[in-house]
């Protein structure tokens, strides 16, 4: 008897880990390779005016810093918003003075009413209410563009039957370990929605990065269908007014924006929170597709070390498990130069390790109990 239970065993982990293994492989080469392969498109031949939009609540640093960089876009017909949400730092001071310099910059101010709360979806609709063009482009006071043909390039999307343009948010690159996971979180996080935008089947964008067409706001009477929830002011509305042919994506380096990363594990774990708060809110099919990554990974390994430690099919475990290695390392780096953080593709491995087995149930113990900010 003992001879068959553990022949059972043997081939119930190994079906278990084969199985698992062609999901993961499958997840590579049908639809992260997407990214790795994106060719970029000429620029576009007529420039639509746009209107940037920009909400902040104590950036006066950052706005500092940055908004020049907005202001200063080789751009012929251009607008820049900035929504002042509240702020009890120098930011109105500092506006008003960038105003009398750039006369494209274009400010609306908040103030503060005692006993009413309001989160970033609000500033954000006083701010599209407030634009004069059609054309939206989003991103964050604590951004920066690459390029002086930022506008450029994220128009460069549009094109027939295209409403949204998705781009990249990238993350400063800066000294030590919390660094390279917020940067390879992102990194990665990119690389699944807009693999999965080009695929025609978009579920989220970052509001870092992102333009659309001001009608679709109107359309679904802005962030009404959302409104009770704090976050999802990008990734809920786009996973709200997407379809398989109105979305596309811009992946060139002149088109990126770059962060501040936050400082503290703690600061990066409560943004994650935020984040996360809305994935429940996605479409089932976009919650399938995201559920069953992380899962095929978790049980690819649990049947990996179960294997290992039985001494079960050793040498099709470890060469499997190099397989799939080798896999996401040509596929990610390629899609980490296209997305310029070369040093990030071919740690992937390593990375994702560490993220699953000790940063995320980490961050999910330490912030489970954590009441979530209201602005975000």
């Known amino acids: 008897m003992l001879p068959d239970f553990t022949l059972r065993w043997e081939l119930s982990i190994l079906i278990v880990f084969g199985l698992m293994l062609l999901v993961q492989i499958g997840y590579y080469l049908i639809t992260y390779i997407k990214v790795s392969f994106y060719k970029l498109k000429p620029h576009p031949v007529s420039y639509p005016p746009v209107s940037v939009v920009i909400c902040a609540r104590n950036e006066e640093d950052n706005l500092k810093n940055f908004l020049p960089l907005v202001l200063q876009q080789e751009y012929p017909n251009y607008e820049v918003i900035v929504v002042n949400d509240c702020s009890w730092d120098g930011s109105q001071d500092l506006l008003e003075s960038l105003q009398r310099e750039y006369k494209q910059l274009n400010i609306r101010e908040i103030k503060e009413v005692e006993g009413r709360e309001h989160g970033k979806k609000f500033a954000l609709t006083i701010g599209i209410k407030a634009a004069k063009y059609e054309t939206l482009l989003l991103t964050d006071a604590d951004c920066y563009p690459t390029s002086h043909d930022w506008i450029t390039h994220m128009v460069n999307g549009y094109g027939e039957e295209k409403e949204i343009v998705l781009g990249y948010g990238k993350y400063a690159k800066k000294p030590g370990m919390l660094n390279q996971f917020i940067r390879f979180d992102a990194f990665f996080i990119a690389v699944q929605y807009m693999a999965r935008a080009l695929a025609g089947k978009t579920y989220m964008g970052v509001g870092r990065n992102m333009s659309y067409e001001r009608k679709l706001f109107f359309n679904v009477r802005g962030f009404a269908s959302h409104i009770h929830i704090w976050s999802g002011d990008d990734d809920l509305f786009i996973n709200e007014v997407s379809t398989p042919k109105n979305v596309s994506v811009v992946i060139d380096k002149g088109a990126f924006t770059v962060s501040e990363p936050k400082e503290t594990w703690k600061s990066w774990f409560l943004q994650k929170k935020r984040h996360h708060s809305t994935a429940r809110h996605y479409k089932d099919s976009h919650k399938k597709f995201l559920v069953m990554y992380p899962l095929s990974w978790y049980v690819l390994h649990l049947a990996f ?53 000790f940063i995320h149930p980490i961050y999910f113990f330490s912030t489970i109990f954590v009441r979530q900010r209201r602005w975000t």
């Open 305 to 357: 070390i179960a294997g290992l430690i039985l001494q079960y099919n050793v040498l099709i475990l470890i060469g499997g498990y190099f397989l799939r290695a080798l896999v996401q390392i040509i596929i990610l780096h390629a899609a980490a130069i296209k997305l310029d953080e070369r040093d990030l593709g071919w740690k992937a491995p390593f990375y994702e390790i560490i993220q699953r087995f």
